[in-house]
């Protein structure tokens, strides 16, 4: 089946510095990435959707010169916190679109634990 | 708007016990359903989904799930869990013709299942 990994899985950095999340497609090609925001016992919350080789469509309430989205290539976007704060602490997930034919197959990564002190 | 309410936070049964998780959603158009199962510290695993065809979907693991367009609801099913069932389960809903895009996911619902 089709793999998504995440990169690192667990950081921790301190308020002011930035930190870069990896998600990459193991075995398809994904034109769509989604990055999700996690908060300890409540729901994915969809941050932005990211296209390969163009900019990334943010949701509504999220700051998109802090969470920087690249997708240069078909198997890797990645996520940039700059400036984390403590508030920023939270579980992303990453998911990639699989687009076979008709049947659109959306996989989700492990997840990173980020962790601002 | 798009919008999924799963009805029960938590959801304590008894091992070897039926199971149902409950889903309802709002949509205009024609939508795409999910269910994902989130281990501790994990990412989310698909469960099932309903895209088309038979109302009723099977699933992983024993699960299976219900698309009730006249209800818009989409509850989750299990007739005997065990306690390695116990997770928390998201129900997601996707709308869009050929696929789907984003999903927007309910609050999650809490299975624990106790010896």
């Known amino acids: 089946g089709a793999v998504v990994s995440q990169h690192p899985s667990r950081v921790i950095c301190k308020s002011g510095t930035s930190v870069k999340i990896e998600c990459r497609s193991l075995d398809f090609q994904a034109t769509t990435m989604f990055w999700y925001r996690q908060f300890p016992k409540q729901s994915l919350m969809l941050m932005a959707t990211?296209?390969?080789?163009?900019?990334?469509?943010?949701e509504q309430g999220v700051e998109k010169d802090k969470f920087l989205i690249n997708h240069a290539s078909l198997t890797l976007s990645t996520l940039t916190v700059t400036s984390a704060h403590p508030e920023d602490s939270s579980f992303y997930i990453c998911?990639?679109?699989?687009?076979?034919?008709?049947?659109?197959?959306?996989?989700f990564g492990p997840g990173t634990r980020l962790t601002v002190t | 708007a798009q919008s999924v309410t799963q009805l029960d936070s938590q959801v304590p049964v008894f091992e070897e016990a039926p199971v149902e998780l409950r889903c309802n959603y709002s949509s205009s158009v024609s939508v795409y359903l999910f269910w994902y199962v989130q281990y501790p510290n994990q990412g989310l695993q698909l469960l099932l989904k309903y895209l088309s065809g038979s109302t009723l979907v099977k699933g992983i693991n024993g699960f299976e799930a219900e698309f009730n367009k006249s209800q818009t609801s989409f509850h989750l099913r299990k007739p005997s869990v065990h306690i390695s069932d116990t997770a928390e389960y998201f129900c997601a809903v996707s709308e869009g013709a050929g696929g789907y895009n984003k999903l927007i996911f309910g609050a999650g619902t809490r299975l624990a299942v106790h010896p």
């Open positions: 990211s296209n390969e080789g163009s900019k990334a469509t943010y």
């Open positions: 998911s990639a679109r699989e687009d076979r034919q008709l049947v659109h197959e959306q996989y």
